[in-house]
């Protein structure tokens, strides 16, 4: 049965910032069309900043090498993109900048297109940046990616690596994005860094697509304790379908069972406020049961069938997010 969902996180942006086929290219997926047929109501499109590959280990290793693009080039082409693109379709989506902004377009029967940052390190040290993005229409950033930036430091296997927070810049940022109405995304964050955010944060906070440390002991993912202190800050978390954050299994597969263990680990720990849907697509790679839009229906049904109610069901999808917006913006 289908569900109208906001889905906190995709890579598209990244995927098509040479091509530019936003709206319909099945190769990717995520496109508009698509989420429009399936009934989306949002999608958060995040602008991530590849990491720099030396290209004598790019030739070595086969990683493809990012456009020879500096962060400020990357994020004005990405977001000129999504707006261009939006442009060209005003039956169909349109940019959100609040709640009340994908309220209004779903009523309309239109999609939106938020805009965030995956990885902090394009602030670059400058709370004047910090305030351009919002100006821009940034609407979350993702405080660090997987290396040390001017917020602080990512997860990591390394304890010491995990237990650092953030840095004097990143602690003034957080409170300057609390101002702003910008949302504070831990997903990626190390532990001591969300510590951090909990003592410091004055609004509601989000973890666009992270999943349960507790059936997935992957760093990326978060213990019941942090989920229980972001549920108690008024925020929302959002389970990400790669497989490697889903199971230990090594098997490189996303499969909707183990996507509802998560969904349902949350609302058992944090309560069915704080879950929601960060699918990551467009970002992650193995055999996927739900890859695009047109199948997210596979996990409701899946949900109903594990015993949450219609009521539960439709706060995973859209609900808590928009909540946690009004809240934070």
Same mark, same amino acid.
């Given at each position: ?8 996180? !995709? ?13 319909? =290219? ?5 496109? @508009?069309? /698509? ?5 989306? !109501? ?16 790019? /030739? ?25 693109? %939006? ?16 309220? /209004? ?15 902090? /390190?394009? %602030? ?25 930036? !001017?917020? $602080?430091?990512? =997860? ?6 995990? =237990? ?13 994005? =609390? ?36 059936? !997935? ?17 008024? $925020?929302?978390?959002? %389970? ?9 299994? $090594? ?7 183990? @996507?509802?263990?998560? %969904? ?26 739900? $890859? ?38």
């Amino acid at each position: 049965m289908a569900c109208a969902y906001i889905d906190m996180h !995709c890579d598209t942006l990244l995927k098509e910032i040479e091509g530019g086929r936003l709206y319909d =290219n099945p190769e990717n997926m995520v496109d @508009i069309r /698509r989420m429009a047929e399936a009934g989306q !109501c949002a999608q958060f499109f995040a602008v991530f900043f590849p990491p720099k590959i030396p290209e004598d280990v790019a /030739r070595r290793t086969g990683i493809p090498l990012p456009p020879p693009l500096s962060d400020d080039e990357l994020f004005e082409k990405a977001r000129a993109l999504l707006l261009d693109t %939006v442009a060209r379709h005003p039956d169909v989506i349109r940019l959100a900048l609040s709640a009340e902004d994908i309220e /209004r377009n779903f009523k309309e029967g239109l999609c939106s297109a938020v805009l965030t940052v995956e990885d902090g /390190r394009a %602030v670059a040290g400058d709370l004047d940046k910090l305030r351009a993005f919002y100006d821009a229409g940034v609407r979350a950033i993702a405080l660090t990616w997987n290396s040390a930036n !001017c917020f $602080g430091h990512p =997860n990591s296997p390394d304890p010491d690596e995990m =237990n650092r927070g953030l840095t004097e810049f990143g602690r003034q940022a957080v409170l300057e994005m =609390n101002r702003l109405g910008m949302l504070v995304d831990v997903s990626h964050l190390s532990d001591g860094g969300f510590w951090d955010i909990i003592a410091l944060s004055q609004k509601p906070f989000i973890a666009t697509h992270s999943n349960c440390r507790a059936l !997935c002991r992957h760093p990326r993912n978060l213990t019941d304790e942090q989920i229980r202190a972001l549920a108690d800050k008024g $925020g929302a978390v959002g %389970v990400n379908f790669v497989p490697e954050f889903l199971t230990e299994d $090594g098997e490189r597969q996303s499969r909707v069972e183990d @996507i509802c263990r998560h %969904v349902l680990h949350l609302v058992d720990v944090g309560g069915e406020d704080c879950a929601a849907l960060g699918s990551d697509f467009d970002g992650m790679g193995g055999k996927l049961e739900i $890859g695009s839009p047109a199948e997210m229906d596979r996990l409701f049904d899946a949900l109903r069938a594990r015993g949450l109610t219609e009521r539960q069901i439709e706060k995973v999808a859209r609900p808590n997010v928009l909540r946690v917006m009004r809240d934070a913006l």
